[in-house]
């Protein structure tokens, strides 16, 4: 079985599918890391490349070539992806479970955090309270267009405001997920 939570950025995609993947003996793969791999290239460098479609495309193929490594049972976190056309195969097989992970505007913006030119992760909390306004429209944006995009495959999961690992928990019981034996 194939799990791929879906969801804008922020969401908690990765530390949720981490403790999802670990509570059911499935293997963990993050998109955005697997293309850094794939390209030996930095996100930043990366976003910089070709237009949004032919990323995503390059996304795509990548997600492919991790759903076709192994009959191992895998949970992906996907990066936002606005071109599904490539996904349409992958989300439409029975071994798969697309989910779309959703939260409120305000818990988004709390789990907030920036990354540098090579990719290390960090918070600034001061920044981002600065231009909160901002950021919190470009949430309820990202929002809207990726929910209308992931509407016609994905089942809607609300995080709640909630842990990694209490998400993780409910996602098991809400689509009656059982561990690898």
Known sequence: ?????????????????????QSLG??????????????????????????LKERDCKRCCVLKDIISKSNRSKVIAVTPISN?????????????LSI????????????????????VIYKDDEYKNEHKDYYMEEIIEDQKWYGSIYAGFCRTF???GDSPEESASRIISEFNLTAKR
């Open 84 to 96: 599904i056309e490539h996904l349409s195969d992958i989300v439409s097989n029975d071994n798969t």
């Open 1 to 21: 079985m194939n799990i791929l939570l879906f969801g804008i950025s922020n969401v908690g995609k990765s530390s949720t599918g981490k403790v999802l993947a």
């Open 100 to 119: 779309e992970l959703q939260d409120s505007v305000e818990n988004i913006f709390d789990r907030l955090v920036f990354s540098d030119e090579n990719d």
């Open 26 to 51: 499935f293997d963990f793969y993050d998109l955005d890391d697997e293309v850094k791999k794939a390209f030996r290239i930095t996100l930043e460098e990366f976003v910089s490349t070709g237009n």
């Open 158 to 160: 609300d995080m709640n």
